[in-house]
């Protein structure tokens, strides 16, 4: 008999240690479970941050590109202005070089009383 019982001790163990082992792997799977669901929030959070961080810098493309042409244009403006300037100006000094030769010609002459 004390085979029988020495069976059922090990057939007790057994189930012991099944039980524990199932207990274990349901625990393993709920804990997998649960970080897969925070891998998946997590996941979907980067996506959204990628999406936007996209969209803003298309954005901020294009609204540099727009501004890069605006101040393009306003750049040939102000040069032409500028060269415009430099014409009346150089048109003004050439003009004044004129009058002063002509004055001091006059002067040289006497036709000036002075």
Known sequence: MQ?????AIVLSVLRFHAKDVA????????LEQARMAELTHEL???RQ???IERSVAAATAGF????AGRLHDKSGAWQAKHEADVRTKERELE??????AAARHMLVRGSIPG
Do not use: M, T, Y
């Open 95 to 100: 003009v004044g070089r004129v009058c002063a």
């Open 23 to 30: 207990a274990s792997n349901q625990r393993c799977s709920r």
């Open 64 to 67: 540099l590109a727009k501004d």
């Open 49 to 51: 941050q990628i999406e």
């Open 3 to 7: 085979s029988h019982g020495h069976s």
């Open 44 to 46: 979907a959070q980067l």
